[in-house]
């Protein structure tokens, strides 16, 4: 279970911060309350990939299998990074 969420944890940081940027700008279409929002939840979830990484570092993983699921879990953090910065930024240049 532990390897799953490690594999998939910058995924779900992605859907959150897709859905919670959706849903500001549903509640505040084009109003600057959204633009805070999306530069709150762009930061926070940027935050949280941050996290993730720092956890898989530093997992000291013996076998193959366990440097296996790190580095797949590092590209796909990385992969999610870019994309919540990709997602947030239009909101922030306006």
Do not use: E, N
């Not at 799953?4 to 500001?24: D, K, N, P, Q, V």
Request: positive net charge; hydrophobic residues 55%.
């Amino acid at each position: 279970m532990r390897s799953w969420l490690m594999l998939l944890s910058g995924f779900i940081l992605w859907t959150i911060h897709f859905f919670a940027l959706y849903i500001a700008a549903s509640a505040f279409p084009g109003q600057p309350p959204s633009y805070w929002l999306t530069g709150l939840i762009t930061i926070l979830c940027l935050a949280g990939v941050a996290f993730a990484v720092m956890r898989a570092k530093r997992g000291d993983g013996a076998s193959g299998m366990d440097r296996w699921v790190r580095t797949v879990a590092l590209c796909g953090l990385g992969l999610s990074g870019i994309a919540i910065i990709w997602q947030g930024l239009p909101a922030l240049i306006v």
